[in-house]
């Protein structure tokens, strides 16, 4: 009966201790796929990579009258000169909230 106890006893205290462990090994599930991020150097920010960010992206190249080339095969100038261009056009979301912080 001492030894019912005590094996019962050790695998309470083995499940304490593995279950922890299970918990954090279980896969967790996407979320919505990688997130890019993008520092902005000369305004000193990061820029979420998005859809909504290469569509101003593929906006931009057509204004600059420039064939699509990806981002990151962009040289550092060029991709700089985007990042001013982007401050320069925000989305229009971004300008509907400005309108309503200045009244």
């Given at each position: 009966m001492?030894?019912?106890h ?10 304490v201790i593995?279950a ?6 279980a ?9 890019v991020r993008?520092?902005?150097r000369?305004?000193r ?9 290469d569509?101003a992206?593929r906006?931009?190249l ?12 962009q040289?550092a100038?060029d991709?700089?000169?985007y ?10 979301e ?5 309108r309503?912080?200045?009244?």
């Open positions: 001492f030894s019912t005590r094996i019962i006893g050790s695998l309470l205290l083995a499940g593995f922890p462990t299970a918990v954090m090994a896969p967790r599930p996407q979320e919505g796929g990688v997130q993008i520092y902005d000369d305004h920010d990061y820029h979420n990579w998005d859809d909504r960010e569509h992206y906006g931009y057509v204004e600059h009258h420039r064939e699509y080339r990806s981002y990151n095969d040289r100038r991709q700089r000169n990042w001013k261009w982007r401050h320069q056009h925000p989305d229009r971004e300008r509907r909230d400005d309503r912080e200045e009244r």
